[in-house]
């Protein structure tokens, strides 16, 4: 039995597991403001809040509800734009976009007020462009973009004064959220429910890639639900090594202050992965085992030299380098009975630097093109060990091992970077698809390795002298 709490209402239902809660929403509850739009977590029609117990207090995100099974949801509080209505008016996020004629049609709307709403609860430096950035999973296709910024900027404006020590208290007292608000803590507490076993055959863990990639078929899939296992989640560090259990988020590296502490860029890296509501229920393990030769991801870590741990049903562990996983297109050295439990690298310090770079037709919120990713040890001017990655360039995320080579004890120089460059070249194969010709990502993966060096070295390499 999966239970929850949709708005004000405890739920227990039966509904098959690989039921999403977009359909559960919409045709079980007829809640229907939570509309359907592309079904793959593009449009943000469909956004909804979700709020679990960490570490002993609720925290809400946002996230896409077409690609949410229902048993991700187990023992917490989902709410819609339904339960966001106050008695006899219009909340602040609603007021806003009232105010600053931020709505047409209405279709978007409701997902837009939502993660507004999700912003005002989580937010802790109520910024224009944090606000912005919490509604970066939600696309408008009538009214254009100013007025509903123009909205985000009123609704950030009245959160400079909230009481962070007495939070949910205030947005209530400031008719952010309705008052049942107030007792939901307690109440998913009470709760105190189990972890939902499933004991299927396909592990699934946020469900973006499977839930897009085989919608009409996952209804037939017997599914292993992953993501809320208590032993497949948390970040961990053994001094220098970090150590992902297989259902970290890319929200989670993405907020992880030692992470962002240690590797310059790293929230500006992974700003460039999807979107606010993507990131918070997609799975680190999940990217790499989808196969995709453009997994964001996969390429950062390949780049970090990942190692996988990978277990079978009986728990026995297997350890593989991530550069070693890939055997061909979407096929794996893994075991039909094997899944990914650990992810660890290395963090870029002592000496160590890395750079992550990625085009797309649009800047954000889009598959790549051609993306890169390179480690680099150094020692004064010379290259002590490089490791590089390229994905779009082949039917694999593509560690470039032949270029590495080339590159180990090398002094950082534009003759170098330009010979260790051909050496790339042999490395890639790609073929002209929907996202570009050979010829062009070619081309792109000659820029991205270039821009790689005139990040890092910014005092040694300049653009002209790769030309």
């Not at 999700?118 to 910024?127: I, V």
């Not at 919608?215 to 090594?241: A, M, P, Q, S």
């Not at 990625?358 to 680099?376: E, F, M, P, T």
């Not at 002094?411 to 330009?418: D, E, F, L, R, Y």
Request: hydrophobic letters at 35%; glycine letters at 6%.
């Amino acid at each position: 039995m999966i239970q929850f709490i949709l708005n004000n209402q405890l739920i227990k239902t039966d509904k098959p597991a690989s039921t999403t809660l977009l359909d559960f929403v919409r045709y079980d509850e007829n809640l229907r403001g939570t509309k359907i739009g592309c079904r793959e977590g593009d449009c943000g029609a469909c956004t909804v809040l979700i709020g679990s117990m960490k570490n002993g207090k609720l925290e809400y995100i946002s996230a896409t509800s077409c690609l949410t099974p229902l048993p991700n949801v187990h023992g917490k509080h989902v709410v819609t734009v339904e339960g966001l209505n106050l008695p006899d008016k219009l909340n602040q996020a609603q007021q806003a976009m009232v105010d600053c004629s931020g709505t047409q049609c209405g279709f978007c709307t409701p997902g837009f007020v939502n993660s507004m709403c999700g912003f005002a609860l989580t937010c802790s430096e109520p910024t224009l462009e944090s606000a912005i950035s919490a509604i970066d999973g939600n696309i408008c296709r009538c009214t254009g973009y100013k007025t509903i910024e123009r909205a985000s900027a009123q609704l950030a404006s009245k959160l400079v004064s909230k009481d962070q020590n007495n939070s949910m208290q205030w947005l209530v007292a400031n008719e952010f959220v309705p008052n049942y608000f107030l007792d939901i803590e307690e109440r998913v507490k009470a709760l105190k429910t189990e972890e939902y076993n499933s004991n299927g055959q396909i592990p699934i863990g946020g469900g973006t890639d499977l839930y897009v990639q085989k919608h009409d078929d996952i209804h037939e899939y017997d599914l292993d639900y992953l993501f809320d296992k208590n032993v497949l989640n948390g970040i961990t560090f053994e001094g220098n090594r970090c150590i992902l259990k297989s259902s970290a988020t890319v929200t989670d590296l993405m907020e992880n202050e030692r992470l962002l502490e240690t590797i310059p860029n790293w929230y500006r890296h992974l700003k460039l992965l999807s979107s606010t509501p993507i990131r918070n229920i997609a799975t680190i393990a999940g990217n790499i085992a989808n196969g995709s030769p453009i997994g964001d991801f996969t390429i950062i870590l390949l780049a970090m030299k990942a190692q996988l741990t990978l277990t079978n049903k009986v728990k026995e562990n297997r350890k593989l380098m991530l550069k070693d996983f890939y055997t061909g297109y979407k096929t794996f050295d893994k075991k039909p009975d094997e899944y990914i439990t650990e992810i660890a690298f290395e963090l870029p310090v002592n000496g160590i630097q890395f750079n992550f770079e990625k085009v797309c037709k649009r800047q954000y919120l889009d598959i790549a093109s051609v993306n890169s990713a390179i480690s680099i040890s150094v020692n004064g001017n010379l290259i002590a060990e490089a490791h590089a990655s390229m994905g779009g360039v082949g039917p694999i995320p593509k560690y470039l091992a032949k270029t590495c080579e080339f590159l180990a004890n090398k002094t950082i120089s534009a003759s170098v970077i330009k010979e260790a460059e051909q050496i790339l070249q042999s490395e890639l194969s790609p073929i002209s698809d929907a996202r570009g010709t050979e010829a062009y990502k070619r081309l792109l993966g000659r820029q991205l390795f270039f821009g790689h060096f005139i990040e890092l070295f910014p005092e040694t390499i300049k653009m002209e002298d790769l030309l």
